[in-house]
């Protein structure tokens, strides 16, 4: 695989549960080393469209066509607005991972779905979609999800764009400047 490959990582903004919504900021790198282009649209905190706005910002990106995966940071972005990676591998035509530090604790989700959530076992449903995989790393595991790509494919862009850490470059650019543009300076991690 070259190690130039085009990717995209997407993350949200730091937002309150007081905001009605949040920004979504991607990042369009070549592997992990070169910025080639950043994106920006909104969701709504803890709705249900979070699917098709990324597709949307994706299939109207002029990198469309470059664009080799698509890597998120997590599995919802704007709290709980869920994204369907099939559906937006689908609907994109390019291949999704989601990419979280810590294993995601089921029982605690549910939970929260079940309390704020008429509709909690739709959400539930699509977030438990697919396998969750445990990848080794230099430091810390990650913990992924993939949809239009082989693990072993995955494994790679994983590694070609991931320069220090353990979160891939795209989504830490990504995440750097979506909390820029909301705080005014970055912090935090991926």
Not at 92 to 106: G, H, M, Y
Request: aromatic letters at 6%; a positive charge; hydrophobic letters at 35%.
């Amino acid at each position: 695989m070259k190690h130039q490959i085009r990717i995209l990582g997407i993350d949200d903004a730091p937002f309150t549960f007081h905001d009605k919504y949040t920004s979504i900021i991607g990042a369009v790198m070549r592997g992990g080393e070169y910025l080639e282009c950043v994106l920006r649209n909104q969701v709504t905190i803890d709705g249900t469209e979070a699917t098709e706005i990324c597709a949307q910002m994706i299939n109207t990106s002029r990198h469309h066509r470059q664009l080799k995966v698509v890597m998120i940071d997590g599995a919802c972005l704007g709290g709980f607005n869920v994204v369907d990676i099939d559906t937006l591998s689908q609907a994109t035509q390019i291949p999704v991972i989601t990419v979280t530090r810590d294993k995601p604790n089921q029982r605690k989700i549910k939970y929260a779905l079940q309390k704020n959530f008429k509709d909690w076992e739709t959400r539930f449903e699509v977030m438990q979609k697919g396998r969750l995989y445990k990848i080794p790393t230099a430091h810390n595991p990650i913990y992924i999800k993939c949809s239009g790509i082989s693990l072993e494919e995955a494994k790679e862009i994983i590694n070609i764009s991931t320069i220090r850490g353990v979160i891939p470059e795209p989504i830490r650019v990504a995440h750097l400047i979506a909390s820029g543009i909301t705080r005014g300076e970055s912090y935090g991690k991926a």
